[in-house]
Nanobody, 115 residues
């Protein structure tokens, strides 16, 4: 079982930046594909970005060029640097870990972008 704790959300004006942090606790072999999903009110949860243990990344088209995901394997941390934020980025952001289809979720952190 992997426990995930997010931090770094908040309120920011459009065009601003935020950095989300997720701390993962568990055995070395259980922390695998780390990433972020988000869920806006009335919408389905959607993938934002994920990163493999080797550093390969994947981004949603809507955030490419604005968001950057990174991880520190030694510290079991994953980060999401969000730049040029837009009101449509407003959502609860969830950290997740996927180990061979077994997914663990954090409790979520609210990101609100005002226009």
């Amino acid at each position: 079982q992997v426990r995930l704790v997010e931090s770094g959300g908040g309120l920011v004006q459009a065009g601003g930046s935020l950095r989300l942090t997720c701390s993962a606790s568990g055995s070395f072999f259980s922390i695998n594909l780390l990433g972020w999903y988000r869920q806006a009110p009335g919408k389905q949860r959607e993938l934002v970005a994920h990163i493999t243990r080797d550093g390969d990344t994947n981004y949603a088209d809507s955030v490419k060029g604005r968001f950057t995901i990174s991880r520190d394997n030694a510290k079991n941390m994953v980060y999401l640097q969000m730049n040029r934020l837009k009101p449509e980025d407003t959502a609860v952001y969830y950290c997740y870990n996927n180990l061979l289809g077994v997914v663990s979720w954090g409790q979520g952190t609210q990101v609100t972008v005002s226009s």
